[in-house]
């Protein structure tokens, strides 16, 4: 079945960059689809970050836009999110996340998610 | 903030129906999903598009839209749908995703 790991420090310094990577398997991300990164601050709700297709067109959250990068890597199967100048706000559980972008009728359905991970943002 | 608003909080008796809703603009044009996420764990898809349930979601659970409201029903509501909902759409440009701030259902 289709699984979704994602993998990254757990600590970051302010200021410095947050890397993470999202491995894919049992599904080729070449197939289709589009996969995102959506984030949770403890004990507050679910904020996406943005989201990538295969072809890496992008989409992105407007208040993170300047500081988001999200790639993907069909070789690898994998795709990756980066987030620059962070401070203790973007301390947070991030998850990555396949989804279902219907053009018609018009919704977005995340389907498939990873377990999470807890990224704090600490010196 | 978010262009979907969700009430915090709903209860429901064990047996009984609930509605759990999202009010947005954009819902006038698209549809939303719904997400039910239980302590410690991600969030799972449990209703999407029209009224789609994706394979393991129990039929006790739907979907609806009215105007600018989506509901989502639960109907003979379980101790362990005891969970967050959110929902999730489009914002308003059509392009972006938006989620609901998140409604912590408790069944008493």
């Known amino acids: 079945q289709v699984q979704l790991q994602e993998s990254g420090p757990g600590l970051v310094k302010p200021s410095e960059t947050l890397s993470l990577t999202c491995a894919v398997s049992?599904?080729?991300?070449?197939?289709?689809?589009?996969w995102g990164w959506i984030r949770q601050p403890p004990g507050k709700g679910l904020e996406w970050i943005g989201s990538?297709?295969?072809?890496?067109?992008?989409y992105y959250n407007p208040s993170l836009k300047s500081r988001v990068t999200i790639s993907v890597d069909t070789s690898k199967n994998q795709f990756s999110l980066k987030l620059s100048s962070v401070t203790a706000a973007d301390t947070a559980v991030y998850y990555c996340?396949?989804?279902?972008?219907?053009?018609?009728?018009?919704?977005?359905?995340?389907?498939?998610w990873g377990q999470g991970t807890m990224v704090t943002v600490s010196s | 903030s978010s262009e979907l608003t969700q009430d915090p909080a709903v209860s429901v008796a064990l047996g009984q129906t609930v509605r759990i809703t999202c009010q947005g603009d954009?819902?006038?044009?698209?549809?939303a999903s719904w997400y039910q996420q239980k302590p410690g764990q991600a969030p799972v898809l449990v209703i999407y598009?029209?009224?789609n349930r994706p394979s393991g979601i129990p039929d006790r659970f739907s979907g609806s839209s009215s105007g600018n409201t989506a509901s989502l029903t639960i109907t003979g509501a379980q101790a362990e749908d005891e969970a967050d909902y959110y929902c999730?759409?489009?914002?308003?440009?059509?392009?972006?995703?938006?989620f609901g701030g998140g409604t912590k259902l408790t069944v008493l």
């Open positions: 996340a396949r989804y279902l972008r219907s053009p018609s009728p018009v919704y977005d359905a995340f389907d498939i």
């Open positions: 049992g599904y080729s991300i070449s197939s289709g689809y589009y």
């Open positions: 990538i297709y295969h072809s890496g067109s992008t």
């Open positions: 954009s819902l006038r044009s698209y549809y």
């Open positions: 598009g029209k009224n």
């Open positions: 999730n759409s489009r914002d308003s440009s059509g392009n972006l995703v938006v």
